[in-house]
Each structure stands twice: as structure tokens, then as C-alpha cells.
């Protein structure tokens, strides 16, 4: 019987990953993968994947760890692998279901500084994004040049492009005819600032999260924070709930509607 591992929600590295537990979010950190592998007990393994991707680093790090394992890996994307959970389906024989998708793209990150130390972050970005194609072109074997390509579009892949790109070996349920959805969901990433927040309210009372089990963990971010939020929901709902005056329905000018579907889909 295969092993299953769920690769699932943000791709967030370790120290990280208790926020995301704190409050019931999604989300999947290298240690996540090592102990179901540990587990696993070198049975071959059925890696489930829907992210959205997240962090590089996180990322390399489960894709190499299931390249490594010495068992058989399949990876099924049920849902969406892109980003950082694209190069993780690398990691093994990859099937797809006939309603996900793929997608694939550039590193990206935050830097400041003068003209030299963004032109340094931009060829380390370069340099990332290199070593990211590495998995797809092991894989795949296109050319690095096609795949950089791919990524500085950003393309979003079908289960039959991916098939024909040679980055999945197989679409699940081939016989049967499935519309596909054009709508896409990604799971949002907690905000820096948040977790830098409850890690700050902590540090102000010379306390770690090590020894604190998530109970304890949840009072005091929760205590540190709950007079705020409950005055700002009640303020919100007290303006929702205020009486609004009518304003007249401007006229709509007709639309071209090939253009409104066309941007459904874009930035």
C-alpha cells in the first residue's frame, strides 16, 4: 500500500509553520515531509499536491528530500501546483487530474537599498530562477532557455500542455470528459508583518514558543491582540449597518465583451 503525503496549502519553512497550525491554515514545511517519510518506512509514496507555492528555499528543500527517498514517488496534482509546489511535483512519477493546473514562474522577493544592491538582488533572482528550471528540465528535458522563457511569462499549463511539455507523464481519468474551470483559487500567504507580530508579543514577555503548547500559544497572541480587533469588527459592522442614501444608476456605456472575458484572467 502506498504512503500517502500531502503537500498542501502555503509552502512555508519550519520555523513558520506553528502560525500557520495556530490558526487552522493550510500549509506544508520540510519537516511536515521528513516525518511522513520517516514514517513511510521506505514504502513507495503518494505525494497529493494543491498549493499555490510560497517559499523557494522550502521548496527545494521537499523536492529534494523526495528525490532522495529510496521508495517510488508519484506526485498527483488534484488541484493547482504552481510556483514553489510545481518544482516539488518534480520529485517523481507526476499524474494530474483533468481539472488542475500548473503554473510556473519567477522567484520574487523583497530588497532594499541603493542602484548596487538591487542590480545584486536581481542576479541573484536570476541565479534562483536557474536552479528552480534545473527541476523542471530533469523532468522534462526542454531546454533551460525554453523554460526560463516559460517562467518570465508566467505560464499557466493545462494538464494536456503539461503532458505535451513533457512535465507530467500521465492526466488521470483520461477517459472520462471533464470541463475545466477557468476560476483559480491560491491560498494567501499570512502577511510578514502578522507573523512578525505574535512572534514580537512573545519576545516582549521573555517567552519562546518552545515548551508552550498551541492553547497557550493562541491565549497569549489572542490576549495581546483581542480589544483591538473587537473594536475594529464593531466598528465595522456599526458603519455596515448604518442606513445608506440611494444613489441614482449611472448609465453603463455597452462593453465589449471579449475584452471583459479576456481580462478575467489577467493582472
Known sequence: MKHKVNVKGVIISDDEKWIYDLFEMDATSPKDISKSLEDAKGADLEVIINSGGGSVQAGSEIYTTLKDYPGNVESKIVGLAASAASVIAMAGKVKMSPTAQMMIHNASSRNQGDYRSMDKASEMLKV??????????????MSEEELLTLMDNETWLTPQDALDKGLIDEIMFEDTQIKLSANVGIENMIPQKVIDGI???LLK?????????????MKQAFDEFKNDFTATVQELIKNELKPKEPTPKPVQPKQNLSKLFLNLGGK
Do not use: E, F, H, P
Not at 128 to 141: F, L, M
Not at 205 to 217: C, E, H, K
Open 128 to 141: 534562483v530562477n536557474k536552479t528552480i528550471a534545473n527541476a523542471y528540465r530533469i523532468k522534462s528535458g
Open 199 to 201: 512572534r514580537n508579543g
Open 205 to 217: 514577555n521573555n517567552q519562546t514558543t518552545a515548551g508552550l503548547d498551541s492553547n497557550q500559544i
